[in-house]
């Protein structure tokens, strides 16, 4: 009984009261972990071609994640993560794949990828884990699964 409804912005503005990392800067430094974890070196050109950003838009959200410890950068030099950048881009990379794995199980395709990267930002740790052994049980009764969503 005791919910308070909000509108979707409304509880975006908690959230981000609550948080350092805004849905955009999650994104950029999930590609950094992405980035770093399989190439020597990510320089910002790169980061802002992988996101389809501006290189202006990378070096300001590159500048914010580096004032709030994620990243250390040095202009026209490389970006590299700080022991929490990669602590926390861990989490959203796996967030990430958890969720994707999760809508490709059910059969989303081509939308599963599209609707995990618009509501990734959203879902608490708690629920990504339940999504995490939802996921491992329908592929355990994949058999099962697709008969009783072919019948739905």
Known sequence: MGRIFRTVRGFE????SEESLSPSLEDYLEMIFRKTNSE???????LADQLHVSA????KNVQRLANLGFVSYEPYGKIRLT??????????LTRHETLEKFFKTLGA?????EETEM??????????KK??????????????????SENQ
């Open 40 to 46: 020597d070196d990510l320089r910002l050109s790169d």
């Open 119 to 128: 509501i990734e930002h959203y879902l608490s740790e708690a629920t990504v």
């Open 109 to 113: 395709g081509d939308v599963g990828f």
């Open 13 to 16: 503005q908690i959230r981000l």
């Open 131 to 148: 999504l995490r052994i939802l996921t491992a049980f329908l592929e355990k009764q994949s058999a099962d699964w697709q008969r009783f």
């Open 83 to 92: 022991d929490l950048g990669i602590k926390t881009g861990e989490v959203l």
């Open 56 to 59: 202006a838009s990378a070096t």
